[in-house]
């Protein structure tokens, strides 16, 4: 049986980025038009460029994405499991960390899914400033 891949290594997978047409499937929940596939990488990137004391949504990480690499969206399911592997790359890192932590759900809710859960990203969050009641992020 082959050894699991660490967090770092799923990071570094090699795999290229692609644009292709959206999915029948996927045209009734997001339209028609080009979908990027991301790499986790590409996810990497724009999460270190939240700046201190601002979130993004994965909506927002979604567009600016799309847009950055000209497609009209970038899918979602690809996005979710990139940002996890860029949290979990981070904290297996142990240093020069990606803030992970400012990527909220579209309607504010923190993600379970992060390294410390909910606890931990509303920890991170405060401690930059931001206001966390009952699991989300209070927007201003």
Not at 32 to 52: C, E, F, M, S, Y
Request: proline share 8%; charged share 30%; glycine share 8%.
């Amino acid at each position: 049986m082959k050894p699991r891949k660490t967090w770092c290594e799923k990071l570094e997978i090699a795999k290229p980025r692609k644009i292709v047409d959206i999915p029948a499937h996927m045209e009734r929940t997001i339209g028609p038009g080009k979908l990027l596939i991301p790499t986790p990488l590409d996810v990497d990137a724009l999460i270190r460029r939240i700046p201190k004391g601002r979130v993004m949504t994965t909506g927002e990480l979604r567009t600016e994405l799309a847009h950055n690499f000209g497609a009209d969206t970038t899918c979602p399911m690809c996005t979710g499991m990139f940002i996890r592997i860029v949290a979990e790359a981070s904290e297996e890192r142990g240093r020069n960390k990606a803030p992970y932590w400012r990527v909220i759900a579209n309607d504010g809710k923190l993600n379970p899914k992060l390294p410390g859960g909910v606890d931990a990203q509303a920890t991170a969050l405060r401690a930059e400033g931001h206001v966390i009641e009952a699991g989300r992020m209070k927007r201003n």
